[in-house]
């Protein structure tokens, strides 16, 4: 940090000057709004909306009545998580491993083509397809009637998996493209069956780019709201949700400030635990998570 | 296993092609490995070596022929149902796991797996065996490069493989080390009697190490033997010139039969010399080249006699002395050869008193010395030797 | 037997490509769409959006300034006046489109909109004299406001304490919409409405996601007012709306597309939704619940610090000038309550019993109360609607 630049040689004082823009703009665009939030948190919400200055804690022990909120996106993060880790990782291992020279930056712009529009749009799109008159009536013609899925948790889920997905795969293709095909040749030299050179040496190896996008999809889930709106119809709710609730329509701005806090908690918590979780393995391996 | 006459074969190739699209990496290859003997592929980088082994290792499939190992056919069947292992040339060990989890994956592949304890006990035994005592839990990444080898060597001995596979296994390390390795690696066969197949494009490891040598070019083995068959006996110039330092004076065969050859130098002069392959004379008026190696050149003080002991002799002029130690490395001038390298012993120069640039000097050699070769740098392709068996 | 594949079948390339078009024109439906994405926020500068919009400037360009901003609800206006409006006086229309009141109002308290003309709806306009965030109109800058050819019940809200803060704009009903093949009984009420969506429509209907109809409306299920703050009448509203969630197909105010792709039967709906809706799709129905219900009116009005004051008052004087004002309806279908302008449209318009219901049902409606859209115990009701 900039505050080295004491000691007094011009490379620091130097150094301290090139950090300063990035210094400041930390704090102006981290640190500095959740100052605010968490000052907001412990007042009131005035008459007619908004903030009035107080100092209390009733924002926080009123949390409980978004509890639904919490639970459903303490269940629905993690499972997208683990549903895009489930897709991407073959995904990725087919493009980093599997797909010819030829192929592979057209595949690879196949996975980035859907960041060209805006991800409503996008998402917007869904709902026609998981609509009445989409993946509905093909399956009706199939002979599977009456199947419902706008609206439902599975088309969050969909969406969710959809719109992280490219999230997912690209960070775990790097990690597998990185390693050292050798390796796998070595594993299967040393009597290990595909099956097993690949829970012996790709999986863990590939660990860093398996917890950097499960990091990013879920840190980025943590916040979803937009995803749930559309596809969940209002019926599957967020925190997200609840925060643009508390804002734009009650404008409880105290209740929605200690709402984010509780969430920028809950998500500091997970991610550390998983982190310890992983890290225990990572430990072993002297690979970095970023 | 199958006998022969001279005991039981590892590996053969029987015709053996191996295509990269255009490229043939390995062309219609026949080769022999004995039990139990230290076998170098030899050659220039590019001419096939690593993909004969990745043949043998089944990372590779052949286009044509057959690969057998321990007299079976090996066709189709995948790296880890053969009972071969390899160390790769840059050790390729698992950066995940410690120096004993290296070592003992191979054990821990097995059906029916071994107990923690007896895969323990054979961890350490080969730790012992590669003297890496006590790095067990060491991190591969902080070993030094002559120790990671030995981790690669130890992981790929565990579990007694017919054949062991080195990919120039000592090309990462340090000159001093390389040697030391050598010297290593050939005890470490003897000990553990298991086949080695060596990879390397450094002819004085090859040499040095092994009981054969197979000499490659292009795909092809030029010439096959032990170190003093392809140092002494070299069957063309290719061989002469990748195998030790020869004087090559070229020229046109102008008498030939099965024992040796007369070669006319473009400066009109005659030079008469063996011919190591014994069997079948050379072509007469096809491009020939005399090959002598210069530390079987005499070199004296020019005094006007001649000496006795050698049956061609000229005068030359010192160009340039390189004092290599143990010998000095003499560059001169002759007139109707060009320039010569000559390698003096020390006791040579001891009886000499040593030359300087500048000075004149009387050089000379038997005929016996001398090698009368195809130059198959001037004609083609070597002409394919027929692969002896291993005596 | 695969089915035949008909009109109905998987949304066709040009079909979507339509809806697209409809969502990118902020016209999906009349107020909600970005209210429920919560990017209302996110001003959607339609001048730079309408490429003709960007035409060249007007012949006495620069006396009122080049350009007014204008936040207002998706497909609630004509691009082609504005197009006017810019050869006229030089002026670009920017235009950004909100989701609710609620949001409207959020922005304008956060400050630093740089609006200069918005369109609150009736109840809310007391509250934004009351915080200081309306501008009182100089009715001598608004010369086609002329009082008498207004519906006076239409006025009235603008007018607080005495002070005009708002011209009218548009008027409306929230009824419902049905599909007449789906729900084969003949829905009049609030209280079949919502009995139908718990029994034979289960899963097929959808509610705003917006406290003051949708809680409205469950009020009127046990003949509540529909404004009531009563904690007890709310009460009775949270257990219905709790009991009816899990039937329901969507709580959601962008109900258009579920009600087109047969998704939803029936959906709470404001007027120009439901006259588009049965415009295209005849078996689709407008209602209003017999009990009662919402009667809105929305008006022009000009936020405090407006930073081209001028342009505002241009502006709202060009757009409710009948004959410009006669177009704009012809684009959204919302009735004005101007004679003026009314005597312009044509019968198929005045005579639509969407636009125009029957007086019966008329009598019973009631204006949104200013108090609910400050009442916490109603925003944190809806809130826990959603949430459970
Ligand atoms: N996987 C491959 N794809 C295409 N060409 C290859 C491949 N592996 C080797 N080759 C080519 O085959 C030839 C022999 O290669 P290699 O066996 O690695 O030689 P060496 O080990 O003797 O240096 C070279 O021309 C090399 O470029
Ligand atoms: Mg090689």
């Not at chain 2, 070669?263 to 002069?269: D, E, F, H, V």
């Amino acid at each position: 940090m900039a505050s080295t630049g004491n000691t007094g040689g011009p490379n620091n004082r130097v150094t301290a000057m090139l950090l300063l823009p990035t210094t400041l703009w930390f704090f102006l665009l981290l640190v500095m709004p959740l100052v605010v939030i968490a000052v907001y948190s412990l007042g009131e919400r005035a008459p007619a909306g908004g903030y009035q200055p107080a100092l209390t804690l009733a924002q926080y022990g009123n949390l409980l009545a978004r509890l639904k909120a919490f639970t459903n996106t303490l269940t629905l993060a993690p499972l997208g998580t683990v549903l895009c880790l489930l897709i991407a990782y073959p995904l990725a291992y087919y493009l980093a491993v599997k797909a010819g020279r030829g192929a592979k930056p057209f595949l690879l712009t196949l996975v980035i083509i859907p960041f060209w529009t805006s991800f409503l749009i996008r998402t917007y799109a869904w709902i026609y397809i998981l609509g009445g008159r989409g993946i509905p009536r093909l399956l009706e013609m199939i002979g599977i009637e009456d199947v419902r899925l706008i609206y439902t948790p599975t088309a969050v889920l969909i969406g969710i998996v959809y719109g992280y997905l490219p999230l997912m795969v690209l960070p775990i293709y790097v990690s597998l493209e990185k390693l050292d095909k050798s390796l796998l040749e070595a594993a299967s030299d040393l009597g290990a069956s595909p099956i097993r050179t690949f829970f012996q040496v790709t999986l863990p190896l590939s660990a860093p780019g398996l917890v950097t996008g499960s990091l990013l999809v879920f840190i980025l889930l943590m916040g979803e709201y937009l995803i749930p709106a559309l596809l969940g119809g209002g019926k599957v709710f967020f925190v997200g949700n609840a925060l643009v609730d508390l804002f734009l329509q009650s404008r409880n701005w105290p209740f929605g400030s200690a709402v984010a806090i509780a969430l920028v908690g809950i998500m500091l918590a997970a991610v550390a635990l998983y982190l310890t979780l992983v890290g225990r393995d990572r430990d072993r391996q002297n690979v970095s998570v970023l | 296993m199958v006998e022969t006459i001279n005991g039981t074969v590892d590996v053969e190739f029987h015709g053996v092609t191996k295509r990269y699209g255009d490229i043939l990496a390995v062309d219609d290859m026949d080769l022999e490995v004995s039990s139990g003997s230290f076998v170098s592929l030899l050659g220039p980088s590019g001419c096939g070596k690593t993909t004969s082994l990745r043949l043998i290792a089944g990372f590779e499939q052949p286009n044509a022929g057959d690969v057998r190992i321990g007299g079976a056919s090996v066709v189709g069947v995948p790296p880890h149902k053969r009972p071969v292992n390899m160390v790769f040339q840059n050790y390729s060990l698992f950066p995940h796991f410690t120096v004993a989890e290296n070592i003992g994956f191979g054990l821990r592949q097995l059906k029916p797996r071994p107990s923690k304890t007896e895969i323990t006990a054979r961890v350490g035994e080969m730790l012992e065996l590669v003297r890496l005592q006590g790095f067990e839990k060491r991190r591969t990444w902080e070993l030094s490069g002559g120790q990671q080898q030995r981790v690669a060597l130890a992981r790929a001995l565990i579990n007694r493989p017919t054949v062991l596979l080195l990919d120039e296994p000592l090309a990462a390390l340090d000159r001093k080390l390389r040697q030391d390795m050598q010297i290593e690696l050939q005890t470490l066969q003897r000990d553990v009697g298991i086949t080695f197949v060596l990879v390397t494009h450094d002819q004085e490891e090859a040499l040095s190490m092994s009981d054969t040598i197979y000499l490659m070019d292009e795909g092809r083995i030029i010439q096959m033997g032990g170190a003093r068959d392809l140092y002494d006996e070299p069957i063309n110039r290719y061989v002469a010139d990748f195998v030790g330092k020869s004087n090559f004076f070229d020229g046109e065969i102008a008498e030939a039969d099965t024992s040796g050859a007369v070669i006319r130098l473009a400066s009109g002069r005659v030079l008469r010399g063996r011919n190591p392959r014994g069997v079948e004379s050379l072509n007469r008026n096809a491009a020939g080249v005399i090959a002598i190696r210069p530390e079987l050149i005499h070199i004296e003080k020019a005094n006007g006699s001649a000496s006795l002991t050698t049956d061609v002799e000229t005068t030359a002029r010192i160009k340039n002395r390189i004092f290599l130690g143990d010998q000095t490395e003499y560059l001169v001038e002759a007139e109707g050869f060009g320039n010569i390298l000559v390698l003096a012993s020390k006791h040579a120069e001891s009886v000499s008193g040593g030359f300087s640039p500048g000075d004149f000097v009387n050089v000379g050699w038997k005929e016996s010395s001398a090698l009368a070769l195809e130059d198959t740098s001037k004609g083609g392709r070597p002409t394919a030797v027929p692969v002896p068996k291993i005596g | 037997m695969p089915k035949k594949i008909d009109d109905n079948a998987p949304i066709s390339a040009k079909k979507f490509m339509d809806e697209l078009r409809r969502y990118e024109r902020g016209s999906v439906s009349r107020r909600h769409f970005l209210g429920v994405t919560g990017l209302g926020m996110a001003t959607s500068v339609m001048a730079g959006a309408v490429p003709m919009l960007a035409g060249s400037r007007g012949a006495n360009a620069g006396s009122i300034g080049d350009r007014v901003s204008m936040a207002t609800w998706p497909n609630y206006f004509d691009t082609a006046n504005f197009e006017t409006f810019k050869k006229d006086t030089g002026a670009d229309v920017q235009v950004s489109v909100f989701g609710s009141n609620e949001e409207m109002l959020a922005k304008l308290q956060a400050g630093g909109t740089g609006w200069d003309v918005f369109v609150p709806t009736n109840y809310t306009i007391s509250t934004y004299v009351e915080l200081d965030l309306i501008e009182p109109l100089d009715l001598s800058r608004l010369p086609n406001f002329v009082e008498k050819h207004y519906i006076k019940r239409f006025i009235d809200p603008g007018t607080v304490n005495g002070k005009v803060y708002a011209v009218p704009k548009n008027w409306g009903t929230t009824g419902f919409v049905l599909n007449r093949k789906k729900v084969k009984s003949n829905p009049t009420t609030w209280k079949e409405f919502w009995d139908l969506s718990r029994t034979s429509a289960t899963g097929r209907v959808m509610v705003h996601d917006y406290q003051l109809t949708t809680i409205g409306n469950a009020l009127k299920y046990f003949g509540h007012s529909f404004n009531s703050v009563d904690p007890k009448e709310l009460a009775d509203a949270e257990k219905l709306l709790l009991d009816v969630k899990p039937h329901l197909f969507a709580i959601n105010s962008d109900y258009q597309p579920g009600m087109r792709s047969g998704d939803a039967w029936m959906s709470i709906a404001w007027t120009g939704d439901g006259l588009q809706l049965h415009r295209d799709i005849p078996e689709i129905d407008y209602v209003l619940g017999k009990e009662g219900g919402e009667l809105w009116s929305d008006f022009y009005a000009i936020p405090k610090g407006a930073p081209h004051l001028d342009a505002a008052y241009a502006f709202i004087n060009f757009l409710i000038d009948p004959e410009i004002n006669a177009k704009e309806v012809h684009a959204h279908g919302y009735p004005v309550p101007d004679a003026r302008t009314t005597a312009l449209l044509p019968k198929e318009m005045t005579q639509d019993p969407i636009m125009y219901p029957a007086k019966d049902l008329l009598d019973a409606l009631e204006f949104g109360a200013a108090v609910t859209l400050t009442d916490p115990l109603r925003a944190e009701i809806m809130a826990r609607f959603k949430a459970a």
